[in-house]
C-alpha cells in the first residue's frame, strides 16, 4: 500500500511529526498509479497472486529472447508493463489489499492480469528465436547449458558456456565455431566487413550475402572461417582467404564466450578462442584427470590387474555428466592407469601402454626369439647410426610386441583378453619375428647404403647432404622401432633406397631440380611440423595428420627416386587436400 508521513501543528506548533498515515483514501487515484509503477511494474508486491507470478515467469522468457536475438524492440521496459496494468486494474484497486478483494468478486480478473506473450513480442519471431539460440548444446558427452546476455561492451556481452575443466579437451575451435547457429549470419556480415575494400565491394548488399553463405555451410564443412572464405570467393568471383579476416575487427558477442570451471564450480579460465583455453591447461599433468577414485591412479603395473579397461566413465561435476577416458600409460619400466580428457588420446596412450606390458610379461620369451634373428651383430653395425647399441634388442622387442599384440587386431580391453593373448604368445611370437626376420636384413643394407651414399657425395652438395641428413632423424628419430606403426615400417627399405638414388643422381646438371624438389618438400614439412607442434601441445591425437607425414614420406619417394614406386597416388593436391582434413587447432 501506499504511505504517507503526516505533520500536525496546533497554531504553528507542531504537535505530531512524521507520523505513518495510509495515503490511499487522501489521495486514491495517485496510490493507483504509484501501487501499479512500484507494486506490479515493478514487481515488488511480496504477495503472490497468481497472475503476478505468471507474469514475472513470462517477463524473464522475454528478457531470455531478447539476450539471445540482442533485438532492442523485445527489451521490455516500465512503461509498457504500467500500460497493461493501468488498463485492466480496476479502478478502486490501490493497494495489495483492494487487488485483493477485487479478485476475490471478480473470478475473470486474475485471467485478464496475466500477459501472453503477444502482449510483448510478435509472436511469429519466436520459433527461429528457440531453434537457432538453443538452451543447451552438446560437446561431446556434455550437455551444457547456454546463458545469454544482452549487456554490450561488458565483459559477459554475448552467449557464455561453462565447461567442466575435465571435459575441455572435447572442444575445438572448429566446433566451437558451429555452436549458436543463430549468430551464423550476423558473424558472417562482421567478417565481411573486416575484408579489404577491393573485395568488400564485391559481395553488397552485405546482409543478402551474409544470409545466402549462412544458408550454404554448416558443421560438415569444417572450419567456419574455411567455410565462410569458400563461400565468398564464388560470389566475390576472386580469391577470398582466411587470412583476409580482421579478427580484431569480429564483434566479440558473435564468438561464444567459454567458461572453464574446476570441481567446486569456481571460474579458472575464460575465453572466446578454445586454444587460447587449451593453451593454459597443455602442461604434461594436464593430460591427465584428477579424481579421488584410486582404480584409475595407479602406478608400477606389470601385469593386468584389473578386469576391463572400459571406453569411457562418467563423473559428475555439478549437474554436468562428463565422460574420462581410462588410459594405460607405458612408464619404461611398468605401466600406470590414467583417466585422460579424450578417447584418441586414450587410445594412444593404451596402445603404447600395452605394449610395454606384453613386453615385461613376455620379456625371457622376446630375449629368446631376438636371438635367434640371424645375423643379428651384422645388422646391428648397419645400424648403428640410426639405433643406439644399448638400445637395439630392447627395440626389436617392442617391434616383435608390436607386430604380434597390437598390429592388425583390437587392442585388448579385458584381463580375459590379455591372458588369451599371453596364452598364444608363442605363436604370435614367432611369427612376429618371421616378419621381422625377413625385412630387417632389407632395411638394415638400405640404411647402410643410404649412409654411405649420403658420406660419399662431393662438399658442393652440401647444401642437399644437410636436407638428406635431416629427412634420415625425421625417418628414423629416438625410439623408432617402438613408435612407428608398422603398416609404415615396413616402407623404410624403400624410403631409404629413395635417399640412395638422390644421392647418386646428383650432379651439377641435377643440382637444380633436387632444390626445386627439396623445396616443394620443406614447404610441406614446414605446415606438418607446425600443426604437429599445436596438436601436441594442445594434446590432440588426429589420424589425419599421421596420415599427412608418410604422404610427405611418399612424395619424396615420387619426386627424388620415380622408380621405387609409391604405395599409393601421391600429388601436391592431394597433401593440400589431406592438410584440409586435419583437425584444426
Known amino acids: 500500500t501506499v504511505m504517507a508521513h503526516q505533520n500536525v501543528t496546533l497554531f504553528g506548533l507542531p504537535i505530531v511529526s512524521r507520523r505513518r498515515v495510509g495515503f490511499t483514501k487522501i489521495d486514491p487515484e495517485l496510490s493507483r498509479q504509484l501501487f501499479i509503477e512500484m507494486g506490479l511494474a515493478e514487481s515488488d508486491v511480496r504477495e503472490q497472486f497468481p497472475f503476478l507470478e505468471h507474469n514475472r515467469q513470462l517477463l524473464n522468457t522475454v528478457e531470455k529472447l531478447a539476450a539471445k536475438s540482442r533485438r532492442r524492440e523485445w527489451v521490455i521496459d516500465s512503461r509498457m508493463l504500467i500500460g497493461f496494468y493501468d488498463e485492466r486494474l480496476p479502478a478502486d484497486c490501490v493497494d495489495t489489499a483492494s487487488l485483493r478483494r477485487a479478485l476475490k468478486i471478480d473470478s475473470i480478473l486474475d485471467g485478464e492480469l496475466q500477459m501472453q506473450m503477444p502482449d510483448l513480442v510478435s509472436e511469429g519471431d519466436l520459433e527461429p528465436v528457440a531453434r537457432d539460440y538453443p538452451d543447451s548444446i552438446q560437446i561431446g558427452s556434455m550437455q551444457l547449458p547456454v546463458e545469454y546476455r544482452f549487456t554490450p561492451g561488458q565483459e559477459l556481452d554475448g552467449a557464455t558456456v561453462r565447461i567442466p575443466e575435465e571435459g575441455l579437451g572435447q572442444i575445438d575451435d572448429v566446433q566451437a565455431g558451429w555452436l549458436i547457429p543463430g549468430l551464423s549470419q550476423f558473424r558472417i556480415i562482421s ?77 579458472i579460465a575464460q575465453s572466446r578462442n578454445v586454444n587460447e583455453l587449451r593453451k593454459q591447461f597443455s602442461s604434461d599433468s594436464r593430460n591427465f584427470v584428477e579424481i579421488s577414485d584410486s582404480q584409475w591412479n595407479q602406478d608400477g603395473i606389470t601385469t593386468w590387474t584389473w578386469d576391463e579397461l572400459p571406453r569411457e566413465i562418467i563423473v559428475r561435476r555439478g549437474a554436468t555428466a562428463v565422460a574420462v577416458f581410462p588410459a594405460v600409460v607405458d612408464q619404461k619400466n611398468d605401466v600406470g592407469l590414467r583417466l585422460v580428457p579424450t578417447r584418441e588420446l586414450a587410445d594412444q596412450l593404451t596402445r603404447a601402454g600395452l ?56 587392442p585388448v580391453r579385458t584381463q580375459k583378453q590379455f591372458e588369451e593373448h599371453i596364452n598364444q604368445a608363442t605363436e604370435r611370437i614367432s611369427i612376429a619375428t618371421l616378419e621381422v626376420a625377413k625385412w630387417l636384413p632389407r632395411f638394415a643394407d638400405c640404411v647402410h647404403a643410404a649412409q654411405l651414399a649420403r658420406e660419399s657425395m662431393p662438399a658442393d652438395f652440401a647444401v642437399a647432404a644437410g636436407n638428406i641428413a635431416r629427412q634420415l632423424n625425421q625417418l628414423a628419430g629416438p625410439g623408432f622401432l617402438a613408435s612407428t606403426e608398422w603398416e609404415w615400417l615396413q616402407h623404410f627399405p624403400r624410403y631409404f633406397a629413395a635417399i640412395t638414388i638422390r644421392c647418386q643422381k646428383l650432379t651439377a646438371s641435377t643440382l637444380r631440380a633436387d632444390i626445386a624438389y627439396q623445396a616443394e618438400i620443406e614447404r610441406y614439412w614446414v605446415r606438418y611440423e607446425k600443426i604437429r607442434a599445436n596438436h601436441v601441445a594442445l594434446s590432440v591425437v588426429d589420424p589425419e595428420l599421421d596420415r599427412l607425414r608418410w604422404m610427405i614420406e611418399e612424395y619424396c619417394v615420387s619426386l627424388f627416386a620415380q622408380k621405387l614406386g609409391t604405395c599409393y597416388s601421391v600429388s601436391s593436391k592431394r597433401l593440400d587436400s589431406q592438410i584440409e582434413k586435419i583437425r584444426s587447432v
Open 191 to 267: 567478417m565481411i566487413k573486416s575484408l579489404p575494400k577491393s573485395i568488400r565491394r564485391n559481395l553488397v548488399p552485405v546482409p543478402e550475402t551474409a544470409l545466402r553463405v549462412a544458408d550454404n555451410i554448416g558443421p560438415a564443412d569444417g572450419s567456419f572461417a574455411v567455410a565462410v572464405a569458400k563461400q565468398l570467393s564464388l560470389i566475390a568471383g576472386q580469391r577470398v582467404a582466411v587470412e583476409m579476416f580482421d579478427p580484431s575487427r569480429i564483434d566479440e558477442h558473435l564468438l561464444v564466450n567459454l567458461q572453464v570451471v574446476n570441481e567446486q564450480g569456481d571460474l
Open 355 to 410: 605394449l610395454r606390458l606384453f613386453a615385461i610379461v613376455l620379456k625371457k620369451k622376446l630375449k629368446q626369439q631376438v636371438h635367434w634373428l640371424p645375423d643379428l651383430d651384422r645388422h646391428q653395425l648397419k645400424l648403428v647410426s640410426l639405433v643406439p647399441p644399448d638400445q637395439f634388442k630392447q627395440g626389436l622387442m617392442d617391434l616383435i610386441t608390436r607386430i604380434a599384440f597390437l598390429t592388425r587386431i583390437q
